[in-house]
């Protein structure tokens, strides 16, 4: 069974940073598009940031572009979010995706999910 495991959370400052990691149990991702998404409590599963299988594209939510970063390392199959200037309201859990084909920033648009990881930022 392919599974998606993220690690890297915890409980920072406000101006803190992290850096989330995903890697994939089963399987290789090298070849897909992969995707970072995140949940607060009462909230909707929103988009975080996406990175093309080559790394050669990426996008993010407006509200995160300029302090998240994400990228990956295809030869340990692992792809990053590094978030600097960390705020209260990117308090949420937060969720590795994987699609073989389709790269974009709807939770739909990818098959494989991880159980996420919980990121909670003090004021």
């Known amino acids: 069974q392919v599974q998606l495991v993220e690690s890297g959370g915890g409980l920072v400052q406000a101006g803190d940073s992290l850096r989330l990691s995903c890697a994939p149990s089963g399987r290789t991702f090298n070849n897909y598009h992969m995707g970072w998404f995140r949940q607060a409590p009462g909230k909707e599963r929103e988009f975080v940031a996406a990175i093309r299988w080559s790394g050669s594209r990426t996008s993010y939510a407006d509200s995160v572009k300029g302090r998240f970063t994400i990228s990956r390392a295809n030869a340990k199959n692992t792809v990053y979010l590094q978030m600097n200037s960390l705020k209260p309201e990117d308090t949420a859990v937060y969720y590795c995706?994987?699609?073989?084909?389709?790269?974009?920033?709807?939770?739909?648009?990818?098959?494989?999910w991880g159980q996420g990881t919980q990121v909670t930022v003090s004021s």
């Open positions: 995706a994987a699609d073989p084909s389709r790269y974009g920033s709807s939770p739909v648009e990818y098959i494989y």
